[in-house]
């Protein structure tokens, strides 16, 4: 079984985290762990170099501090991070390594508070390629 854990650093995910660890443990499971660097805004060139240079260094830090919870967990977990739109790069990644089960957070670093669902975690209900746990 291989199971692909999509992270944005807010809580949620880590809680998803940490049930993919239980996981694939009692399953003997792979884990990936993915970052997406979102597509900046349409700032000017100079301005989107350094925001992606901010987001990537932020990303690199939630990476680390995952593969640290899961290693305290007994998983060498696989670390992935991608850049574009987060919902297409998380399918393409879960099609390219034949994932079973994608787990994520109900919600994110976002303000959709009024929704039980974030943007990304619905649209993943819609459009994964395979199951999804959406973590509460
Ligand atoms: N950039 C990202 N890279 C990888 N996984 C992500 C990313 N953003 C969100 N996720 C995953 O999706 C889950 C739900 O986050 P989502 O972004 O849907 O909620 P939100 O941030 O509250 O809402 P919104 O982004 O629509 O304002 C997170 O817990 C995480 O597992
Ligand atoms: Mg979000």
Do not use: W
């Amino acid at each position: 079984m291989k199971i692909l854990v999509p992270l944005d650093g807010s809580k949620n995910a880590e809680k998803a985290l940490i049930q993919a660890c239980d996981l694939a443990k009692n399953y003997r499971a792979s884990l990936t762990l993915l970052y997406v660097i979102e597509k900046a805004a349409p700032f000017n060139l100079l301005d989107r170099k350094e925001y992606h240079k901010m987001v990537r260094k932020f990303g690199d830090k939630v990476l680390k501090k995952a593969k640290e919870t899961a290693e305290k967990r007994g998983i060498d977990p696989k670390i992935v991070m991608k850049q574009g739109n987060v919902v297409n790069e998380i399918v393409k990644l879960a099609k390219k390594e034949n994932s079973n089960l994608i787990m994520v957070g109900n919600k994110g670093l976002g303000k959709t508070a009024r929704f039980f669902l974030g943007s990304v975690s619905g649209k993943l209900a819609n459009n994964s390629p395979c199951s999804i746990l959406i973590v509460k």
